[in-house]
């Protein structure tokens, strides 16, 4: 754009501008000095031609300022403003001027300039079009503002902007802007994932709606607490449903975010998911809880098991003498039956205490369950099907083939019942690994090697609320009389005194499965045999030192003992244990039968001591409660000589003949 040279062709406006009419432009009749005043304000205004001249006819100094070139060379140059635009910018800007040039409309913009020192300003250009006498447009009148600061605030705006979204969306904790509707206005995909729905799906709806039912109202008095200003933020644990219906676990965070007026605009609530360590927190405290209950259950088992011994004793020696025919045999056989049942329930009660002594043997799974294979049939019945899949290379196990069989014959009696109409109950084995990813989700696990047996039905399945408290001792869900609520109880006790492990994984309507977890073991496996019982008790002549603190259980078993022809000595505690056999030093004490626990000397010392005086003698401990810290005490190996109370006289007398042969092969260098 070039300046017209020819004064003659100027029009009436450019004359104005011009000389003391210039003057005259931006003066009034109340003497204000416009010129003056448009040169004060920051932007620099400036008119400039649209015809074929070009160039600006007034420029403000405040360019000088701006851009380090005076006002006089703007007026002389009529290339410098197109030269000075930033070159990527030309063709956008020149674009939108001859546009305005145009159609008349306004001109607006926002571009580089490129100063006399090199750097680069950035400018807001807006101009209105000035017309003829004839409508024709010949000039724009505008102002430039330096909008650099400005621009490089909001750059510096969008990076943060930016920082900030990147920092949300890559939290690991779910986060979610809630307005004072408790809508969410926007979610990070840590949250979205947690809740299983897409940030779109999220968008509008009430967080709290997302909770369990029963944790929806949980907060209200905290948040409004909030609200009013009485707290800054509150932290709760709560529970929310998932868009596929699962249940999770939140730590959820509540803070408020303020306006310009410092009233409450919305809350950030921050949701982590504790899921992971809520189902550890509860299986610890199952844990605890199950303890807890053990030592009760164990102590209790303890004194009944000597009143059972009684009980049993004196039932079975009173049947031997009694006839068939007696008037009173019935009545014996009732109260032998009844005793038998009762015993029963106090080894469940040591079984959950994991308080009763195992016969630790070598098995394979595979085969045990093989011999059950007939027994599981008559349990379940036609109406379900019998599948078992058996590892071919399953590994061994290290566990009390009898009380195993009880665990799996429990499982099996709760699969059926849960499965009235039918279904397939499925007995699987395999060999597994636990890792350390596996520990850490499960509470008290330790990494390693292990058999898994499971049991499967296709019954009922389980609640959430009924599936936590299955393994709490006297807990059912069947109808009052149909059980004692001992089954899985025992179950879980059987395990975990095994070293093993045991979960349950069940929907309604689904179906059950119980996974048991044994540690595998390198050792060769024992054959499994069964004792039936002859219902003749085995005699002897030898002598037997018998040391009981209670009269009932100690008179029983010397009577009994005493009745298959053995010679006993009896005491009432170690001390006078330890001085009957001090006297009968030069006479052979061949056995020892002593209880575990007793008060001035336990069984340990006791047994100690004695060998002093009969060292060829062995040593059969009893008891109707103990646990491993007991049996560590008596110095009981796995596999030593032990009866566990409650015992009849048949299980005393077998037992006796049992240890008192093993000493005679000793003796005698037999195999």
């Known amino acids: 754009m070039k300046l017209l040279q020819d004064p003659g062709k100027r029009g009436r406006f450019e004359r104005e501008i011009e000389g003391e009419e210039e003057q005259k432009r931006f003066s009034s009749d109340s003497g204000i000095d416009y010129r003056a005043l448009v040169e004060q304000i920051p932007a620099v205004t400036y008119i400039a031609a649209l015809d074929e001249r070009g160039g600006r006819v007034y420029i403000s100094p405040q360019v000088e300022a701006m851009l380090g070139f005076p006002s006089s060379e703007w007026l002389t140059d009529p290339q410098l403003w197109f030269r000075q635009i930033y070159p990527d910018d030309r063709k956008r800007v020149l674009k939108d001027f001859y546009k305005s040039h145009g159609n008349g409309q306004p001109f607006r913009s926002e571009y580089r300039l490129i100063a006399r020192d090199g750097h680069t300003v950035w400018v807001r250009d807006e101009g209105t079009v000035v017309r003829d006498e004839s409508g024709h447009p010949c000039f724009i009148r505008g102002f430039m503002l330096d909008i650099s600061e400005l621009l490089e605030a909001k750059e510096a705006i969008q990076k943060s902007e930016a920082k900030f979204q990147a920092i949300f969306e890559g939290m690991a904790i779910g986060i979610a802007l809630v307005n004072t509707e408790g809508r969410i206005m926007e979610s990070n995909q840590a949250l979205q994932k947690m809740l299983g729905y897409r940030g779109e799906e999220l968008y509008g709806r009430v967080l709290n709606e997302l909770s369990h039912p029963e944790d929806a109202t949980q907060d209200l008095d905290l948040h409004q607490k909030l609200t009013k200003g009485e707290i800054n933020h509150y932290q709760i644990e709560r529970r929310y449903v998932r868009k596929d219906g699962e249940v999770v676990w939140g730590r959820l965070s509540v803070s408020l975010t303020y306006g310009l007026q410092e009233a409450p605009q919305s809350s950030i609530h921050m949701v982590e998911d504790i899921t992971e360590w809520k189902r550890l927190e509860m299986q610890f405290l199952q844990s605890q809880k199950l303890e807890t209950v053990g030592q009760l259950a164990g102590g209790i088992a303890h004194d009944l098991n000597n009143l059972f011994t009684i009980l049993s004793g004196y039932s079975q020696l009173s049947l031997i003498e009694t006839n068939e025919d007696h008037p009173l045999r019935g009545n014996l056989e009732e109260i032998r039956r009844t005793t038998e049942r009762a015993a029963q329930l106090t080894h469940q009660l040591l079984a959950i205490s994991r308080r009763q002594v195992l016969d630790m043997k070598v098995l394979n799974l595979n085969q045990l369950l093989k011999g059950l294979e007939g027994m599981l049939g008559r349990i379940i019945g036609e109406d379900i099907e019998l599948i078992t899949r058996l590892a071919e290379d399953l590994g061994r196990v290290k566990t009390d083939p009898g009380q195993i069989e009880q665990a799996i014959l429990n499982l099996v009696v709760n699969a059926r019942d849960a499965m009235p109409n039918g279904g ?132 029983l078993a010397a009577l009994v003992l005493r009745q298959q022809g053995y010679t ?30 007793m008060p001035q000397m336990g069984g340990k010392e006791l047994a100690q001591q004695f060998k002093a005086h009969q060292p060829d003698a062995k040593v059969l401990f009893i008891s109707g409660y103990t646990d491993g810290v007991t049996m560590h005490q008596a110095s009981i190996e796995p596999g030593a000589p032990f009866l566990q109370k409650p015992f009849s006289p048949t299980d005393l007398a077998k037992k006796v003949r049992e240890v008192l042969d093993e000493v005679l092969k000793v003796v005698s260098g037999s195999d």
């Not at 990494?447 to 393994?471: A, H, N, Q, W």
């Not at 044994?518 to 496996?525: F, K, Q, T």
């Not at 005491?571 to 626990?597: M, P």
Request: negative net charge.
């Open 424 to 555: 397939r109950l499925i007995i699987e084995t395999e060999n597994v690994e636990l890792d350390k990813s596996y520990a850490r989700s499960h509470f008290n696990v330790t990494p390693g090697r292990y058999v898994l047996i499971s049991v499967t039905d296709t019954g009922c399945g389980m609640s959430p609320e009924v599936k936590e408290k299955i393994f709490d001792p006297f807990f059912t869900t069947k109808e009052k009389g149909k059980g004692t609520g001992l089954g899985l109880s025992t179950v879980y006790g059987i395990v975990k005194q095994s070293g093993g492990y045991i979960w349950v994984y069940s929907e309604q309507k689904q179906g059950t499965t119980f996974r048991i977890y044994l540690p595998r073991v390198d050792e060769e496996a024992e054959a499994l045999s069964s004792h039936g019982d002859s219902g003749n008790l085995p005699k002897g002549t030898e002598a037997i030192l018998l040391v009981e603190d209670d009269p009932s259980v100690r008179g």
């Open 568 to 597: 006993v000595l009896e005491a009432t505690n170690g001390s006078e244990g330890i001085e009957l056999a001090r006297r009968q030093r030069e006479e052979n004490i061949h056995l020892l039968i002593t209880d575990l626990v």
